[in-house]
């Protein structure tokens, strides 16, 4: 009997091991090792052709050299101080509106008939079926001179406001500006804030509204008293795979911004591939990340304390 239920025990043990252990094995290999291969380059010193390694053996003497020039510069030199609040800024910014857009959409989405809810989701995720450079380069085709989104835009009269807003430098320039940035970066993540919400809307009980009537509240302050607090999963969800991923981009601002649009992801480029300075590049990654982990924090401490609150 005892032997029975040993047996019984350890294929259970086993899988409930195997289903916590894969995932964390996964992050270990592909998150936390490469951060730390790019924790060790940011600490030393840039050789002829690759960096120099932290420990060296020589004569039996092992020397362990870290090198802090990389952070020590990026406290000194302005200009990565800047890089990096643009890159919050126009993140910021970039959530903020894909937000604003997403949330009606995927409300319409979850209060739409079932039968057409598929068709309304695949269109949400048919530009995943084309390249990311491709749809982030037929903007610059769109908003330059000729481009029917420009034509449309100056014909509305509302490049004046845009210019007035400094948004562009001058009306008719649209491209290689923060309008120009800002809206290929809403463009590329909003699908990003829309499957989340919609994932959370969908599964609310509709009954709640329908109590809030029976008592009633107006549809508005029903929408207010209701339906945001309990999609606030949603929406925090949404804005951290919108945001974290924007504070790194380097493909939109390279193709759609300009000097003045200058984001960190551009500065590591350069320091990689123009510089050829490894440990400078992978001290401005590590603190891009250590910066990405402030919000990413937020949302874990809110998961939790909503867990605890259903519990």
Not at 95 to 107: D, M
Not at 209 to 217: I, M, P, R
Not at 231 to 246: E, N, R, T
Request: hydrophobic share 55%; charged share 10%.
């Amino acid at each position: 009997m005892t032997s029975s239920l040993r047996a019984g025990r350890l294929p259970s043990f086993a899988g409930r091991w195997t289903v916590i252990g894969v995932p964390f094995a996964w992050l270990l290999l592909f998150f936390l090792l490469p951060f730390l291969i790019v924790l060790n380059i940011s600490f030393s010193e840039m050789g002829t052709v690759r960096p120099n390694d932290l420990l060296s053996f020589k004569d039996g003497l092992a020397t362990l050299t870290l090198k802090f020039t990389g952070y020590q510069f990026i406290t000194q030199d302005a200009l990565y101080f800047m890089a990096y609040l643009a890159s919050l800024k126009y993140a910021f910014w970039t959530t903020v509106l894909c937000l604003a857009i997403g949330y009606p959409f995927a409300y319409f989405m979850a209060r739409a008939k079932p039968g057409i809810q598929p068709a309304l989701l695949m269109l949400v995720m048919l530009p995943f079926w084309t390249s990311f450079l491709l749809r982030v380069y037929a903007w610059k085709g769109l908003l330059t001179t000729d481009g029917w989104v420009a034509d449309v835009i100056i014909g509305t009269g509302l490049d004046q406001l845009l210019a007035a807003g400094g948004l562009i430098p001058a009306p008719g320039k649209l491209m290689n500006t923060p309008f120009s940035l800002v809206l290929g970066m809403v463009y590329t993540y909003l699908p990003f804030m829309i499957l989340p919400l919609y994932s959370n809307l969908a599964k609310m009980d509709l009954r709640l509204l329908e109590a809030a009537q029976d008592l009633g509240a107006t549809p508005w302050t029903a929408f207010w008293t209701i339906t945001v607090p309990l999609s606030k999963a949603g929406i925090i969800a949404g804005s951290m795979l919108v945001f974290i991923p924007c504070v790194g981009e380097f493909v939109v601002p390279e193709l759609l911004g300009g000097p003045e649009t200058l984001m960190i992801g551009r500065v590591m480029w350069d320091e990689f591939f123009s510089n050829n300075d490894w440990p400078m590049a992978s001290a401005v990654a590590v603190v891009m990340v250590l910066l990405i982990l402030v919000p990413l924090a937020v949302f874990n401490k809110y998961q939790a304390e909503a867990q605890e609150a259903r519990t």
